[in-house]
């Protein structure tokens, strides 16, 4: 049953709220004073506080102010025997859910205590919906168990909660932007918002105006303000893509908002004041190019408070196969497709596969395989007809051929055959590729009767 603390500093109305809470079923604990009722609030866990608004030592309206302040949770309802109105407004403005007269009825307030145990449930349930999404989104779209991506996930785990400005780096298509939404939705402003822009997608002028904003009449067609990502982000996170590709004026200013959290609109006088955790991202050396003075060398050093680099796919290889489970179920969900799995061969070619294009590449042969299949079991036939470097990869001509009962001698003969058709009958070329001795190869030749 919901526990409610009850604070007042006449004995016989907290005996009154007490026999009536409690013959309701609630558990119910009473206090005489503000400062005693936040060491049982430090003790127990409190569903509800109904406090007197004038008290002794620390009135009710301090003691709403402190429990808000430590327990922003916890439903308070606010109880006083004057009917002050700018009293009223004052407790509601701090938090308060309800501000009930004295004297009250047993209907009344058996009525008000049902009203916010009600919104304290509906609370508590949004924030374990909450919980569970980011709890889901951690663990299911962030894949992998190899040892490289573990350090990037527990590095990340680390420095989400901070404040610091994160500098992700690594080849296109390994998942910054997925990282830099991991990184906001473990911090301290997951409920704040959450801006993505790309900085290599827009000329020079349109970049500055998306970043910063603009007023009306700041250049032809600006027919009205408009606010910038800054502001749009402001409490929360902002994640610039392509960084090293943003044009040196703009770097400028961009530097500006990390010194002090200032800026000033397109065409604005006033300075404007934001707080925004910056996240960046880029698959260039930031380095060089602050040696090929492309990139100014003071932002980049602000920009590099913490560095991860993304590991490729290629370092990773052991993540593929959760990765491939993960897309499919994905996408036969959103293609409503009955495909469920992969053939063995498929998988293995996957595997060996560099993927110059990384996950974003894996993610989309795995969608267009999923389309594609007539079964639910994905096939090398699946993979070859929707990706030409795959295709060229599963090519008969890159495999030798050979019959499924062959014994270990007519699987060498065959061998040898193939390899030489392979490079044209040239013997020097053959025994490189079979790892032999060219004198080895010549008897091979002469013992399987080969010309």
Not at 105 to 118: C, F, G, H, M
Not at 191 to 208: C, D, G, K, M, R
Not at 386 to 401: C, I, P, Q, T, V
């Amino acid at each position: 049953m919901p526990h409610i603390l009850v604070v007042d500093d006449v004995v016989s109305i907290l005996k009154a709220l007490e026999t009536i809470l409690s013959q309701e079923g609630y558990t119910v604990t009473t206090t005489t004073s503000g400062e005693q009722a936040l060491s049982l609030m430090r003790r127990y866990e409190i569903d509800l506080l109904l406090s007197d608004v004038k008290m002794s030592s620390m009135s009710g309206l301090d003691l709403l102010r402190q429990v808000k302040f430590e327990y922003p949770d916890t439903c308070v309802i606010m109880m006083s025997g004057y009917q002050d109105i700018a009293v009223a407004v004052e407790a509601i403005k701090e938090g308060a859910f309800d501000y009930l007269v004295k004297p009250m009825s047993r209907e009344y307030t058996v009525r008000a205590v049902q009203k916010a145990l009600t919104m304290r449930a509906l609370v508590v349930e949004n924030l374990l919906l909450k919980r569970q999404v980011r709890d889901q989104f951690s663990h299911s779209e962030v894949i992998g168990s190899s040892q490289a991506w573990r350090r990037v996930r527990e590095l990340i785990c680390h420095v989400a909660p901070s404040q610091a400005t994160l500098l992700l780096t690594g080849e296109s298509g390994t998942g910054k932007e997925v990282i830099a939404t991991m990184v906001h939705h473990l911090s301290t402003r997951a409920e704040q918002p959450f801006i993505v822009l790309n900085a290599a997608a827009l000329p020079t002028t349109l970049l500055e105006a998306e970043l910063f904003g603009y007023e009306k009449g700041a250049f032809t067609g600006a027919h009205e303000r408009k606010l910038g990502q800054f502001e749009l982000a402001d409490g929360g996170t902002l994640f610039l893509d392509e960084i090293g590709d943003m044009p040196i004026e703009i770097q400028v200013k961009l530097l500006r908002v990390l010194q002090d959290g200032t800026f000033k609109r397109l065409g604005g006088t006033r300075e404007l004041q934001i707080d925004v955790r910056l996240i960046t991202a880029t698959n260039k050396n930031l380095m060089e190019e602050v040696r090929l003075r492309r990139f100014r060398e003071d932002l980049y050093y602000r920009l590099n408070v913490i560095a991860i680099r993304l590991p490729a796919l290629r370092e990773r290889r052991s993540d593929i196969p959760l990765l491939v489970f993960h897309f499919i179920c994905k996408y036969a969900r959103v293609n409503h497709k009955q495909v469920s799995s992969i053939q063995h061969e498929a998988l293995e070619t996957l595997k060996t596969y560099d993927w110059p294009g990384n996950v974003r590449e894996l993610e989309n042969v795995i969608e267009r395989a999923v389309v594609l299949c007539q079964s639910n079991s994905i096939t090398l036939t699946d993979l070859s007809l929707n990706h030409s470097r795959l295709g060229r990869l599963m090519d008969e001509d890159a495999y030798f051929m050979l019959p499924v009962n062959a014994t270990m001698a007519e699987v060498e003969r065959e061998t040898i055959l193939q390899a030489l058709h392979h490079h044209a009958g040239n013997r020097q070329a053959t025994a490189r590729q079979l790892a032999i001795a060219p004198a080895t190869l010549y008897r091979k030749l002469k013992e399987y009767h080969l010309r």
